[in-house]
Antibody
Framework: QVQLQESGPGLVKPSETLSLTCAVSGYSISSGYYWGWIRQPPGKTLEWIGSISRTGNTFYTPSLKSRVTIAVDTSKNRVSLRLTSVTAADTAIYYC?????????????WGQGTLVTVSS | EVVLTQSPGTLSLSPGERATLSCRANQTVTSNYLAWYQQKPGQAPRLLIYGASTRATRIPDRFSGSGSGTDFTLTIVRLEPEDFAVYYCQHYATLPQPTFGQGTKVE
C-alpha cells in the first residue's frame, strides 16, 4: 500500500522560506511516476504547485515558478518542497501526492496534508 | 488555461437519493482528461474517476462519470451516508498546469 506523509514547520514568518518533506512508503520512487505537491487554502479549492520525476525532471505552475523548488531524494524515498518569500496568501494545507498519469496527471495516492500558516 | 466551473455549489439531498454534479470547462478537455475527487472534512482528496468515466481502484459502482468535450457529470445513484462530502473535478495532463473546479458540496 502506497503511503505518503508530509512533515515540516506549521508556522512560517512572512518573507521566509517554507520547507516541507514528503516521505513515501510502500513504493520506491526510483520505480517511476511523478510526485506532486498540491495546496488548499482554508475553505478553498485545490491548487497544483508542481511535480518531479525520479530523475529530477520538474514541472511548476507558472504563478509560483519563481519561488518554488521541488527536489527528490531517491536514497531516502522522499520529495521536498521549498517556497521562498512567503506571504499570508501562502497559508494552506499542503499535500503531496502521486501522479497516476504523467507529470501533470490525476492523483491516485495522497498524504494526509500539513497545515502551514504564514504569520509573524 | 482551462477553467472548470462546477454546479451547483451545494446539493442538499437525503440518503438513497440520486446526486448529479456538473463540471463545465471553458474549452474542450483534450482526450477526456477529466478526473473527479471526493474530499471529506479533515481528509485528503480521494480519486474517484479518471478519464471522465473510469472508476479508480476500489471505488463503488454507485459512482459514475460521463461526458466529453466541455460538459462532464458525476452521478451517485444512491447516496450512502459516507458520500456526503465535497467533490472536485480536475482537468489533467494539460499545460501550463492541471486545474481544479471550485467544488460541489453534497449535504
Amino acid at each position: 500500500q502506497v503511503q505518503l506523509q508530509e512533515s515540516g514547520p506549521g508556522l512560517v514568518k512572512p518573507s521566509e522560506t517554507l520547507s516541507l518533506t514528503c516521505a513515501v512508503s510502500g513504493y520506491s520512487i526510483s520505480s517511476g511516476y511523478y510526485w506532486g505537491w498540491i495546496r488548499q487554502p482554508p475553505g478553498k479549492t485545490l491548487e497544483w504547485i508542481g511535480s518531479i520525476s525520479r530523475t529530477g525532471n520538474t514541472f511548476y505552475t507558472p504563478s509560483l515558478k519563481s519561488r518554488v523548488t521541488i527536489a527528490v531524494d531517491t536514497s531516502k524515498n522522499r520529495v521536498s518542497l521549498r517556497l521562498t518569500s512567503v506571504t499570508a496568501a501562502d497559508t494552506a494545507i499542503y499535500y503531496c501526492a502521486r501522479h497516476r498519469f504523467g507529470a501533470l496527471g490525476d492523483l491516485d495516492y495522497w498524504g494526509q496534508g500539513t497545515l502551514v500558516t504564514v504569520s509573524s | 488555461e482551462v477553467v472548470l466551473t462546477q454546479s451547483p455549489g451545494t446539493l442538499s439531498l437525503s440518503p438513497g437519493e440520486r446526486a448529479t454534479l456538473s463540471c463545465r470547462a471553458n474549452q474542450t478537455v483534450t482526450s477526456n482528461y477529466l478526473a473527479w475527487y471526493q474530499q471529506k472534512p479533515g481528509q485528503a482528496p480521494r480519486l474517484l474517476i479518471y478519464g471522465a468515466s473510469t472508476r479508480a481502484t476500489r471505488i463503488p459502482d454507485r459512482f459514475s462519470g460521463s461526458g466529453s468535450g466541455t460538459d462532464f457529470t458525476l452521478t451517485i445513484v444512491r447516496l450512502e451516508p459516507e458520500d456526503f462530502a465535497v467533490y472536485y473535478c480536475q482537468h489533467y495532463a494539460t499545460l501550463p498546469q492541471p486545474t481544479f473546479g471550485q467544488g460541489t458540496k453534497v449535504e
